[in-house]
Each structure stands twice: as structure tokens, then as C-alpha cells.
């Protein structure tokens, strides 16, 4: 047992993210996680593993489709799915790895096991019980559970088992044209599955800019995906090796299947708070499971915190990370701020989607005067050059002032140039300020600021 000024349960980006900024502060700290390594979800079963599978298969569907041209002839490479699996899993140790080094190196003490809260100011974990002032709650969230459909990661999977599949499937079906469907998706068309993507909607990627979901689902589909849209999935059967999935139309209520050898259940995440003890202290909850705090992430419980999935807000990694930042420097005493107008999201798939700020139908539904600045990659030197002129960068701005609302962009390292419209953003700039500044050539950024220049007088190379 020991004495800390705060104890954080959890070791995802929230969790260890927030518990280096503690120790920066001066701190004594300690971070609970029952895995056997750090990193949470992110850097063993999510991010991390799932860009290591989608940047090997990008390399593979270069191979085959673009190298030929640039003159670089020889027969397409074999997949080993074995080594890849290898390569996949390296990624992950480097990373869990770098995240426990950082704990050493900060004095954080890694409390092993589940924890739980028995009372404000304690922490137990196994037989353990440890005093903590403030107590911070990073547990993250887990698959959200579909009706009618059992997962048992063989043959129907989340996105942990379809990490980790035995062999690469013949034929995939994707339940949920979300973020995570599309990109697991992609890694296995790019392999050779035959893969098809049923939505309840009638829309790719809810909430995202409406011509962004067009032109990303057009690429996709370009790719080899396909799409059954509108279908309410009724359930899933299995028999040995192999899955029938039921689904229905909601325009017509007719019902359909597909037969697949591997069901992936891509339909979100919920919080994961299980086994803490929430009920008993009287920690207030949302009607979707989240634990209600305040600006200063504090929880309805004198001295207990809560960041990350299982609070309100998107379930990013980064945004958990600037949460986890923001709570430790409150409890240090000072004024932090977290920005939730200017929190990117990003789509791993080739073309990567990014976006930050107000999409086109917020703008109209706040009844908010703007304009649009857009500039096709096909109008980008090193875009053509890269085989990657699919997409666009689209700007919006507010009609009188100028200052930047938001921004969509479907292309290469779309994921990177969003940053930059972040950081204008976030200093309050206008299009004409991202225009008016010097962008070297050839790069994809310039794309950037010729969308910037669409906001004004029309960009030069369109």
C-alpha cells in the first residue's frame, strides 16, 4: 500500500498521457492497468496495430497497381500473413515498450491489476488498497454490443479479433460504415477478401461533411468495396467456418443475407466502467453509460476525476490525451482549457478523410453565413506525381469575417495537412491569412492553401 497525490485507472493515451503531465508537475503519481502491457486499447488492440495492417497493405496495393508504371517491374509481391501478424505485433511492443520506458523515466508507478474505488481517496487493486487525493478515471471504452449477433472473435469478430484473424477470409462482411468498418475493411480488400459493408444508414461515416461521404464512398467503392446501405441487421448465424448474416431494408422491410467466413461487428464503442464501483459511491452517469463531469473534469465524488471514452465527447485518442493534460494541470492548480471546437478526426484509409470544425449542414442549421473555399488534388503537382490525385481540400469560412469554420479534406496525408488548418483555428484565423502564407512546392499542403485561396479571389492552379 502507498500514499499518492493521484492515482489514474487506466494506461490508454488518456491514462498515460495524463499521468506523465502529473509527474512533470511535481506529482507523485501512480497509473493502475490489469493488461500486461501499457497503452490500453489504442496501442495493443486499435490504433496502433490497425495503422501497422493498413500501412502494409497500402504498400502491397502500390505493388500492384502503381509500381509497373513508375518502371519498377517485377512480379507483385506474396503476402505472408504470418510475418505481417509479426510485423503487426513489433509495432505494438515498440510502442507499449516506449510508454513504459516513459513511466521509469517519470518515477510513475505502475499499480498491476483491475482496479476499483471502495471510497473517495482509495484505489484497490487485488488485495491492495492505495490513498490517493485524487483519483482519475481513464477505463476507456469497449466494443458496443450488437442485438441479435454473438461475438466469439473466431468467426464473427470485433475489431480486436479481426485484428488477429488465422488466415485471411474469402469473403468479409462489415456490419457499420464507420470509422473503424471502413478501415479494417479496406485492409482485407486490399488482401484479396471480398468485402461488403452493410449500414443502417443511408450515409458512409455519420456526422461527416455530406460531400466528403460521397466522394469517399465513390472511392471506396472504385476499390472494390461494396455497400448495402439502409439495412437493419437482424442477426447473424454461424456454422462451422462460416456465417449468414440477415439483414433487412428499411425502405421496403424486405429481408436479405450474405454469407461470409468472417463477420466483422464494426457498430461503435461504448464506455467501459465495469468493475469500478461506480454504483456504490454514488458517481452520477449519463443515460448512455458515460460518467457526468464538470469543466474541470470532475465527477459528482469529491476528489474523483474522469477522462476520455467514458465521458462525453468523440472517442479519439487525442482527444482523451488533451483531457488527460487539462486534468492534471487542473489539479495542480492551474487554469487549463481544452478546445473542443478544434479537435480533428481522421480515416487511415488511402485516401485518408480528415476534419475539424463545423461541416457544411451544422453551418446551415445554425443559420451561419459562410462561403467555401475547395481545390481538387487533381490540381496538386505532387499529388499527380504520387499516383494520388483523388479528393479535395475544402475550406469553410464565415461570409463577413473571413475566420475559418471548419474544413474537409479527402486525399493524401490528409491526417497531416488538417493540422495545419488546426493551428489557424485555433489562433483565430481567416482563409486569407492561410492564403497569404508561403507554402514550399511541390508538397500536398499547397492544396491547402490554394483552398484558402478559394475562400477569396479563386485559387491559381484551377
Not at 155 to 184: D, F, H, N, R, W
Request: proline share 3%; net charge negative.
Amino acid at each position: 500500500m502507498a500514499n499518492y497525490d493521484v492515482i489514474i485507472i487506466g494506461s490508454g493515451p488518456g491514462g498515460y498521457v495524463c499521468a506523465i503531465r502529473c509527474a512533470q508537475l511535481g506529482l507523485k503519481t501512480a497509473v493502475v492497468e490489469g493488461r500486461d502491457t501499457l497503452g490500453g486499447t489504442c496501442l495493443n488492440v486499435g490504433c496502433i496495430p490497425s495503422k501497422a495492417l493498413l500501412h502494409a497493405t497500402h504498400m502491397l496495393h502500390e505493388a500492384e497497381h502503381n509500381f509497373a508504371d513508375m518502371g519498377l517491374k517485377g512480379k507483385s509481391p506474396s503476402v505472408d500473413w504470418k510475418q505481417m501478424q509479426s510485423y503487426k505485433a513489433d509495432t505494438i511492443g515498440a510502442n507499449t515498450k516506449g510508454v513504459e520506458f516513459l513511466f521509469k523515466k517519470n518515477k510513475i508507478d505502475w499499480l498491476k491489476g483491475w482496479g476499483s474505488i471502495p471510497a473517495a481517496g482509495q484505489v484497490k487493486v487485488g488485495d491492495d488498497v492505495h490513498e490517493a487525493k485524487n483519483i482519475i478515471i481513464a477505463s476507456g471504452s469497449d466494443v458496443a454490443p450488437l442485438r441479435g449477433v454473438e461475438i466469439d472473435e473466431k468467426t464473427v469478430v470485433s475489431s480486436t479479433g479481426a485484428l488477429e484473424l488465422g488466415k485471411i477470409p474469402k469473403k468479409m462482411v462489415v456490419i457499420g460504415a464507420g470509422v473503424i468498418g471502413l478501415e479494417l475493411g479496406s485492409v482485407y480488400k486490399r488482401l484479396g477478401a471480398e468485402v461488403t459493408v452493410v449500414e443502417f444508414l443511408d450515409v458512409i461515416t455519420p456526422g461527416m461533411d455530406a460531400e466528403v461521404q460521397r466522394t469517399f464512398q465513390k472511392l471506396l467503392k472504385k476499390q472494390g468495396l461494396e455497400f448495402v446501405m439502409g439495412a437493419a441487421v437482424q442477426g447473424v448465424e454461424t456454422k462451422g467456418n462460416n456465417a449468414t448474416v440477415t439483414y433487412k431494408m428499411r425502405s421496403d422491410d424486405s429481408e436479405h443475407t450474405l454469407d461470409a467466413d468472417t463477420v466483422l461487428v464494426a457498430t461503435g464503442r461504448r464506455p467501459f466502467t465495469d468493475g469500478l464501483g461506480l454504483d456504490a459511491l454514488g458517481v452520477e452517469m449519463s443515460e448512455r453509460g458515460q460518467i457526468k463531469t464538470d469543466g474541470q473534469y470532475k465527477t459528482s465524488v469529491d476528489g474523483i476525476y474522469a477522462i476520455g471514452d467514458c465521458i462525453d465527447g468523440p472517442m479519439l485518442a487525442h482527444k482523451a490525451e488533451d483531457e488527460g493534460i487539462a486534468c492534471a494541470e487542473g489539479i495542480a492548480g492551474q487554469k487549463p482549457h481544452v478546445n473542443y471546437d478544434v479537435i480533428p478526426g481522421v480515416i487511415y484509409t488511402h485516401p485518408e478523410v480528415a476534419n475539424v470544425g463545423k461541416t457544411e449542414e451544422q453551418l446551415k442549421e445554425d443559420g451561419r453565413d459562410y462561403k467555401v473555399g475547395k481545390f481538387s488534388f487533381m490540381g496538386n503537382g505532387r499529388a499527380k506525381a504520387n499516383f494520388a490525385a483523388d479528393g479535395f481540400v475544402k475550406i469553410l469560412a464565415d461570409a463577413a469575417t473571413d475566420r475559418i469554420l471548419g474544413a474537409h479534406i479527402i486525399g493524401p496525408m490528409a491526417g497531416d495537412l488538417i493540422h495545419e488548418i488546426c493551428v489557424a483555428m485555433e489562433f483565430g484565423a481567416a482563409a486569407e491569412d492561410l492564403a497569404r502564407t508561403c507554402h514550399a512546392h511541390p508538397t500536398y499542403s499547397e492544396a491547402v492553401r490554394e483552398a484558402a485561396l478559394a475562400c477569396g479571389d479563386g485559387p491559381i492552379h484551377s
